[in-house]
């Protein structure tokens, strides 16, 4: 089962910041935190992920708490574009050629 | 930038039947994965390889399931015997280690009629 909660849905203004709220409270020191998302049924989307500082790529930041039981994806200028299912996923560190769990995500879904 | 490709990307096939789906991973990734997506479902992970071999598996990936990579480029996965529940959107992924990021394809939409 997905060591994640996420909420299953969110509504974002386009133009606006998209922030998407992710709970790990079980997270091991060793694992990161992986963000996907999937556009309709189309191949899941690597976006960002981190351990333990702060990221940011062309796409996204991720900030994560310093206590790393929670973190957030942030989307600074949500487009149309971006409405999608994101996926929090942590994953281990050095864990072999193991598979991503999957959870349900959040249905993020931008409105003009 | 290099990705993942899949084919074909929609499959039809009759019950029984056997089915080969095709993946090109990105060229300097080692290990391969597959995982599919029942309709309205999560995706769900199936299997890893590498250096020709299998690294794990899940309780789905079951004795109808084979994974193979045939030359240096193509990874496939074969079903032996096609069932309703087979259908489903089937994702390859690849990534460079196995600690490394897993990059998708965009799926082949597989159909068991």
């Known amino acids: 089962d997905a060591k994640t909660t996420q909420p299953p849905s969110m509504d974002c203004a386009e133009g606006r910041a998209a922030n998407l709220p992710c709970n790990h409270s079980?997270?091991?020191?060793?694992?990161?935190v992986y963000w996907y998302r999937q556009i309709h049924s189309q191949g899941p989307q690597y976006i960002i992920h981190g351990l333990k500082n702060n990221e940011t790529n062309e796409m996204a930041s991720l900030i994560i708490t310093e206590d790393r039981k929670s973190s957030t994806l942030i989307l600074p200028h949500a487009t149309l574009r971006d409405t999608a299912v994101y996926y929090c996923i942590v994953r281990e560190a050095g864990g072999g050629a193991d598979g991503l769990t999957f959870g349900k995500g959040t249905h993020l879904i931008i409105q003009p | 930038e290099p990705e993942v490709t899949q084919t074909p990307s929609h499959q039809v096939t009759q019950m029984g039947q056997e089915v080969i789906l095709r993946c090109v991973p990105i060229?300097?990734?080692?290990?391969f994965y597959w995982y599919r997506q029942i309709l309205g479902q999560k995706v769900e992970f199936l299997v890893s390889?590498?250096?020709?071999?299998?690294?794990?598996k899940s309780e789905i990936f079951d004795d109808q399931f084979s994974v193979e990579r045939p030359d240096g480029s193509n990874f496939t996965l074969k079903i032996r015997s096609t069932k309703l529940e087979d259908s489903a959107m089937y994702f390859c992924?690849?990534?460079?280690?196995?600690?490394?990021?897993?990059?998708f394809g965009p799926g082949t939409r597989l159909l068991v009629l």
């Open positions: 060229s300097n990734h080692l290990y």
């Open positions: 079980t997270i091991s020191g060793n694992e990161y």
């Open positions: 992924a690849s990534s460079r280690d196995f600690q490394e990021t897993q990059y």
């Open positions: 390889f590498y250096n020709n071999e299998i690294s794990e």
